[in-house]
């Protein structure tokens, strides 16, 4: 199994920026892909951004040129970096990851929320 701890969330004005971190733990060599999804009140679960083991990495349209995923492999870490934050990014973030055949693990969530 893997187990995925997130950190990082909190209240920020629109405009800032933050960091999200997710430290994986367990099977770590079976990890497929690792990523960000969100979830803002009375809306469904999106994805946000994700990164495969490959390299190849992919953003929701809407945070495109704001946000950027990156890992470190040594630390067993995965980042969100948020910039330029608006209201409308308000949620809770969840910290994804594939792994094995067809498994996946969630993190707990970490809430960010964007004043305007």
């Known amino acids: 199994q893997v187990q995925l701890v997130e950190s990082g969330g909190g209240l920020v004005q629109a405009g800032g920026s933050l960091r999200l971190s997710c430290a994986a733990s367990?099977?770590?060599?079976?990890?497929?892909?690792m990523g960000w999804y969100r979830q803002a009140p009375g809306k469904q679960r999106e994805l946000v951004a994700a990164?495969?083991?490959?390299?190849?990495?992919g953003y929701a349209d809407s945070v495109k040129g704001r946000f950027t995923i990156s890992r470190d492999n040594a630390k067993n870490t995965v980042y969100l970096q948020m910039n330029s934050l608006k209201p409308e990014d308000t949620a809770v973030y969840y910290c994804?990851?594939?792994?094995?055949?067809?498994?996946?693990?969630w993190g707990q969530g970490t809430q960010v929320t964007v004043s305007s």
């Open positions: 994804w990851g594939s792994y094995g055949l067809g498994y996946e693990a």
């Open positions: 367990g099977r770590m060599f079976s990890i497929n892909a």
């Open positions: 990164n495969t083991s490959g390299g190849s990495t």
